[in-house]
């Protein structure tokens, strides 16, 4: 089943717990069980790499009379679906975005991830708030775009100045519902749509740089001009809306990696990061 989102950070403490209380027991009424049946479970959730995040979720499924339960950044379980223990590294692109990957050793590094006001570039949000700006850009130079028409229609708004005062509203308005409208843009040949889709391609790339540089720091331009084998790289995989829903971005951003690090692999198929959930649950010790 879905349900709604239960990000902490963005959406606070009672009503993500809330969320995720609900979830649980509609899960168990469709299954048949109550909470406490439940003999292994891991949750990976945003910001759970911080230890109060963590136990802020724990405790919702404790008080449920659920005891063996993993809790996790969601990163952990998108990494875990696409490479098990192994090492690699994975782009993860829907409403927010991070990179994330662990080398043989084990080691973790991550990039971006930092939030929608300061970071999570080449995300649905990222990719709804610079379709605004350049559509103001544009307003500003003169010049018109196709996306203009279609963001005003998406938020039912009929005018530039409503335009800049949805864009500036607080609480912040649904950026990450124009992605739909940039990919239709995209579709039908708006120069400027697609010119953000590259740019979101490029950034998620950059992302996935950032890791590998710090996981394989022996990795130098000079060994990259000659072609390092691709077994001494990470492979690389990908997850979230963005990519399942945009081939401009998955191709930018395959194109870019390969140009940095020659016969990388990237892998086309995509994470399912609710597999490595049920994965690292079942490695749980039944207790």
Sequence with gaps: ???????????????????????????????????????????????????????????????????????????????????????????????GSIAYGRDADGRTARAGGWGFAVSDEGSGHWIGRSAVSTILNARDRGLETALTRSVLQTWKLDSIDGLVREANSIPRPDFPRLFPVVLRAAEEGDRVARELLTEAGQKLAALVSIVIRRLLPQLRETQLAGGLPAVEMLPVATTGSVFHQSKEVRQVFCDALQKTFPGINVRQDFAEPVAGALARARELKVT
């Design 1 to 95: 089943m879905i349900s709604g989102g239960s990000n902490i950070i963005r959406l606070g403490e009672t009503q993500a717990k809330e969320v995720l209380r609900s979830a649980v027991q509609q899960v168990c009424v469709a299954g048949r069980i109550s909470p406490n049946q439940v003999r292994a479970c891991c949750i990976g959730v945003s910001g759970a790499a911080r230890p109060e995040i963590a136990a802020k979720i724990l405790s919702v499924f404790t008080d449920l009379g659920m005891t063996n339960v993993e809790v996790v950044g969601d990163t952990v379980i998108a990494l875990h679906s696409a490479f098990g223990a192994g090492p690699g590294a994975i782009a993860i692109a829907g409403t």
